[in-house]
């Protein structure tokens, strides 16, 4: 994958919950609805599973952005994780922000065991959001010799 | 680990980008000083005696038995020494939170190197200079370096001792130990190993946080767990062993120890926490609103769930996006 | 084209904080300049922006471990004035409790255990004994366990009511987070009592042991060593010496009152120069002017710390250590006294003061009742001055409408004092180094010069550059002076 933006492919790590996004997510495959191919999936039992350092390791290893996808408010198979998840993905969001990083690089939708299409939308409104926002500054960051940003040396994309 | 000549152990203190506390805090076991000093030669200690660089150079390799080594990696000077100090102790220990974690120095990750020189010198032809020379002789200031990193990012370490600085009960029984000469396993960890809440004398319920508290908004009732109460205590992602000093003077715990064994990012553990523990006391999408504004109180996520901690979280710095459109 | 020699002190010791001195010796070996060098840096004035306001005593403690609470109480007091909250009086007594615990601790420490050891063990001690554990075999096992455990009275005053020995936690905007028990209570008094009578063992052996030792009396004695300053410190509102809290009294060589400020107008007298090879910023009087590393009524350079105090007070305010200050002023016949190695007697009578004003302060049925906090208005702006062991501290504050840190600006103690110590260490380095001779000896009395000063290089590593005017000398490899760059 190059790493100017013109040809910028995102590589996206989605959370899914097994008792709906994830099926809804089988939903789409079976349909043959088209999304892009930018997703690693990973199946969990809960979006409340996924921790703050789950999505911040995802980053770190060099994820461009990471999409957690819950049950709908109420509908949770465990009854409240979805909430949980969605508080911390507040309180996530915040401290990326704090560090430079746009918030929009994690994710949170609610997609239910039916919703196929809603998938195929989120999945393919979010992967061209990323592709605008560029590579990850933490991935970039990444490649120097030093696993740390730098105002003067982060990344070698634009040619600057 | 008797060493044949004096029968003395050799042992020695350093400080990288330190501020004294932890050399303070090697004081704090009072008369035991005496015994230690009865049992050991001190080889190096700037604070408080008078070995050099060049007596450090000459000593051998693994001659010096054990090695206090506190203070984080800033400059390239500390990086030079903590390398030799390796090469000359045949066991280190990263004493206190800047050699084991980083440090409350940490958070100077979040800025550059140029916007750190420019806040404090001003346009940069005021900046220091690596070498400047005068009079037909040469002065030199080591690189101040892009990122501050722990002790271990360096060199190999042998101990942790973790604590801003460790508690005095710490520093003692790793004194007795040393003495003893019963040093436990390397990569043995002098904190216990687990997390504040045990051991804080405060009585917990975990309730819903309603609201979040900030130390000085109210004053805590004297006798229930501070974060069922609002405030923000790091106690649930800390290492215990300082007997939970802070909360019992009505101040919540603020994560200097580091995190628990089993946490790799000590913010996010607490940010795990925190999502957990907000609420109206009922979930339901009728709720989210007023949870937003529970959270919404907070301010500074990485000076408060990262203050001591920044450099080995997992985003470790600060970062600036390409395509920023706001 | 002469050679100069390049001797290193690397690192200078029995202090906190990083430092090394450069010696240029011309051929005859004598000394043709010497350098001071802070080679340490760590950034606090940048993280702090954005930081909560009542996170401030906290982070900024661990600029020193050896002075926390005085970058903890000058925190506190800053935030005091930001929210318009000052102390209820039990607060206010808890804090100036705990303050002079402080004061009486870190001067213990540094009569013992840093720069003291040179003359109660002696200069030319060899290396290994210059330290607190030579000083012990020195004295003997019954007064060395007398000296720890009286630091460890002041140690633990500071943690009952601070929280913590080291990096205390309970000052607050508005109070303190706690009080103490009647239990505590009694335990200080009596750790107060014991205290004072330490403090006059302390000055007892400064008169039998340093003031009747030629090698002590002569640095005091010798001229190269005496510096006509400026002098900088606080006193209280009937002149007196007060750590905790005062206006800032500036005042010439010939001891004429030059300024008397508040907190907020003291920032406007000072400026700051850098020099390319060291981090730490040299500051000066404004209205004087710099006028390079010199001393004397024309230079801006002036001195803070226990020297600096006795110079700028009309008196102690407290008995003993009055008296005590009226045998050091008929010792050198009136002030104010500019030789420098005075700093070790000075220190030791502010020990003494320190440890009365605990005996006083706990003795205060006060400290016992009302509330512990006052209630905070809107955060605002604030400065917060207050003497640390090693001189003035300013800790200056904007906060935003959240209450957090919009703009910080600090000066810190031993940076007051970083002109003075480079010249210190050039007098001493020219009146000692002779002939080319740098045995190790010679090289502790160069750095005996600084240890007077009791400095701490982190602290002075912090000052921040606010909106001074930075002047920067560019020299070329000659020496000379090729361009003044002002910003």
């Known amino acids: 994958m190059s790493d100017t933006n013109g040809s910028f492919e995102p590589r996206i790590v989605a959370f899914l919950c097994r008792w709906c996004s994830y099926a809804g997510a089988d939903l789409a495959g079976v349909s043959r609805m088209q999304y892009p191919p930018n997703v690693i999936p990973m199946r969990v039992n809960c979006s409340g599973r996924v921790d703050a350092g789950a999505v911040m390791k995802a980053l770190e290893k060099g994820a461009d952005a990471v999409l957690i996808g819950g049950c709908h408010p109420g509908d949770c198979h465990y009854v409240s994780g979805n909430y949980k998840t969605r508080r911390r993905v507040l309180l996530l969001k915040r401290a990326l922000s704090e560090v430079g990083i746009d918030p929009r690089r994690v994710h949170l939708e609610w997609i239910s065991a039916s919703e196929g299409g809603k998938f195929q939308k989120t999945i393919s409104s979010y992967v061209e959001l990323i592709r605008g926002l560029g590579p990850s500054p933490v991935r970039l960051a990444r490649t120097e010799s030093e696993p740390v940003a730098d105002t003067v040396s982060a990344g070698v994309a634009d040619g600057e | 680990m008797v060493s044949s000549e004096s029968g003395k152990l050799k042992i020695g203190v350093y400080w990288a980008a330190s501020c004294g506390g932890c050399d303070c805090a090697l004081l704090e076991i009072n008369e035991q000083i005496l015994d230690v000093a009865a049992a050991a030669d001190i080889l190096l200690w700037p604070c408080a005696a008078d070995a050099k660089y060049s007596d450090l150079r000459d000593y051998k390799n693994g001659e010096i038995d054990l090695v206090l080594f506190n203070g984080a990696m800033r400059t390239e000077e500390n990086r030079e020494i903590a390398e030799l100090i390796r090469a000359k102790a045949k066991y280190l220990v990263a004493f206190g939170s800047c050699a084991h974690t980083g440090g409350v120095i940490g958070l100077a990750n979040l800025s550059s190197r140029e916007e750190i020189f420019a806040r404090v010198f001003g346009p940069r032809e005021n900046w220091p200079k690596l070498e400047v020379s005068k009079d037909g002789g040469t002065l030199h200031l080591p690189e101040f370096l892009n990122t501050l990193t722990p002790l271990d990012a360096v060199v190999d370490v042998d101990y942790y001792v973790p604590g801003c600085p460790p508690p005095k009960g710490i520093v003692s029984d790793l004194f007795a130990a040393l003495l003893a000469g019963d040093l436990p396993p390397t990569g043995t960890v002098f904190a216990s190993s687990k997390n504040l809440c045990d051991e804080c004398a405060r009585e917990r319920e975990q309730l819903k946080i309603t609201r979040i508290l900030r130390p000085h908004e109210e004053e805590p009732d004297p006798v229930k767990c501070l974060l069922d109460q609002g405030y923000v205590c790091m106690g649930p992602a800390t290492r215990g062993g300082c007997k939970a000093v802070c909360p019992a003077a009505n101040m919540p715990c603020t994560g200097c120890a580091g995190p628990t064994a089993n946490i790799e990012d000590q913010g996010a553990a607490m940010l795990n926490t925190l999502a957990s523990l907000v609420g109206t006391g009922e979930e339901g999408e009728d709720q989210l609103e007023a949870e937003d504004a529970i959270l919404e109180q907070l301010d500074d996520i990485v000076g408060t769930f990262y203050r001591f901690s920044s450099a080995t979280s997992l985003l470790k710095g600060r970062y600036h996006e390409r395509n920023a459109t706001g | ?487």
């Open chain 3, 1 to 487: 084209m002469s050679e100069t020699r390049q001797v290193s002190i690397d690192p200078i010791t029995r202090l906190e904080g990083h430092g090394k001195i450069e010696l240029f010796l011309d051929d005859a070996g004598n000394l043709a300049d010497a350098f001071f060098q802070i080679p340490e840096l760590r950034g606090f004035e940048e993280f702090c922006r954005g930081r909560q306001g009542e996170d401030m005593p906290q982070i900024t403690e661990r600029i020193c471990g050896v002075c926390p609470e005085a970058h903890h109480f000058a925190s506190t007091k800053a935030l005091d004035v930001c929210y318009d909250a000052p102390p209820p009086p039990r607060a206010r007594l808890l804090r100036e409790l705990l303050y002079n615990a402080y004061t009486f601790s870190d001067h213990l420490l540094h009569f013992y255990y840093l720069g003291g050891p040179d003359f109660l063990v002696g200069p030319y001690a060899p290396p290994l004994e210059r330290n607190i554990l030579g000083v012990v075999n020195k004295v003997g096992l019954e007064l060395g366990a007398e000296v720890i455990k009286h630091r460890a009275y002041g140690q633990k005053i500071i943690e009952i009511v601070g929280g913590r020995p080291i990096h205390p936690v309970t000052g607050i905007p508005g109070g303190q987070s706690k009080g103490i028990t009647p239990e505590e209570r009694d335990e200080i008094e009596a750790m107060t009592a014991s205290a004072v009578e330490f403090a006059k063992v302390t000055l007892e052996i400064f008169h039998n042991v340093l003031l009747t030792d030629e090698s002590f009396t002569k640095f005091v004695s010798d001229k190269s060593q005496h510096m006509p300053t400026y002098y900088m410190g606080l006193v209280d509102e009937t002149g007196a010496i007060n750590f905790y809290d005062g206006e800032v009294r500036i005042v010439g060589p010939d001891g004429s009152q030059f300024a008397q400020v508040g907190a907020d107008g003291i920032l406007n007298l000072i400026d700051e120069r850098t020099e390319p090879w060291t981090y730490v910023k040299i500051p000066y009087l404004k209205d004087i002017g710099w006028k390079g590393f010199e001393a004397g009524v024309d230079s801006g350079v002036y001195r803070v710390g226990p020297l600096a105090r006795l110079n700028v007070c009309t008196q102690i305010g407290t008995p003993l250590a009055q008296a005590e200050y009226e045998r050091f002023c008929e010792y050198f016949g009136g002030g104010p006294v500019h030789a420098t190695f005075a700093f070790h007697w000075a220190r030791l009578i502010e020990m003494l003061s320190a440890a009365e004003r605990t005996a006083t302060i706990i003795a205060d049925p006060q400290i016992m009742e009302g509330p512990l906090r006052t209630p905070l208005g809107e955060p605002g702006s604030g400065v917060g001055v207050i003497e640390a062991a090693r001189g003035v501290l300013i800790h200056d504050y904007a906060l935003d409408d959240r209450g957090r840190i919009d703009d910080v600006n600090l000066i810190v103690a031993t940076t007051h004092n970083v002109a003075a110590i480079s010249l210190s260490i050039k007098d001493m380095a020219k009146a000692v180094i002779k002939d080319g001779n740098v045995e190790e000896g010679i090289l502790n009395l160069v750095e005996m010069s600084f240890r007077n000063y009791d400095p701490c290089l982190a602290c002075a590593t912090h000052a921040l550059p606010g909106e001074m005017p930075l002047v920067i000398d560019v020299h070329a490899a000659d020496g000379s002076l090729r361009e003044r760059i002002e910003r």
